[in-house]
C-alpha cells in the first residue's frame, strides 16, 4: 500500500497480506521452538541385527557407523525401559555395554530368553551415547542372525525432567 504525505514523499506500508507473511516468517522458529517445548516424552521402538561370527560372538551396534548406532539422535535423550534379545539359546548372556565394548563400558548383563527391564531412570543415555549389545563364548551356530528389541522413552536432552 502506497499513501502520498503532505510532504510530497511516498511512503510503502504492508498491506494485511504482506504483514501476514512477513510475521509468520519470523515467527516460525519461535513456534517450532515452542511446539518442541510443548511435546511430550516420546515412546521409541528400537532395533538392531547381528550375525554370529566363527569363534561364537556378536555384537549390535557400532557407536562409531551412523547406521549401525543404537542411541537418541544429537540434543535428545532416552531412558531404556526394555531390551530382549531373538535368536539365542536361553541359557546364553548377552552383555550391554555403552560406547564401546570395553569391561568398564559394561552396563548389564542378563540372560537370553528374558527381558532386561530398566524403570523410569536406571538407564538414561544421550545424543552422545549409543549402547552396544554383544555376547561371547555361544555355541549357537555360526552365521545365527541374532535380534535386539528395545523400548525407551525420548525427551529434548534440555528436557530430561521430564523422564523423573
Known sequence: MRAKLSAGAEIDFLNKDELH????QAMA???AWMNEMNRGVAAMRFSGVGVIA???SFAIGDPSAPGDRIGPRTG???AVTRLTIAGL???DTVKLYLNGQSNSQLIHSWTAGTAALFGGKNLIITGEDAIV???TGLADAVGTQVEL???ALEVPQNQLWKLY
Open 133 to 135: 549389545v554383544a555376547a
Open 76 to 78: 535428545y535423550a532416552w
Open 89 to 91: 539359546t536361553n541359557t
Open 149 to 151: 528389541l528395545g523400548a
Open 29 to 31: 522458529p519461535i513456534y
Open 54 to 56: 566363527t569363534g561364537g
Open 21 to 24: 507473511d512477513s510475521l509468520g
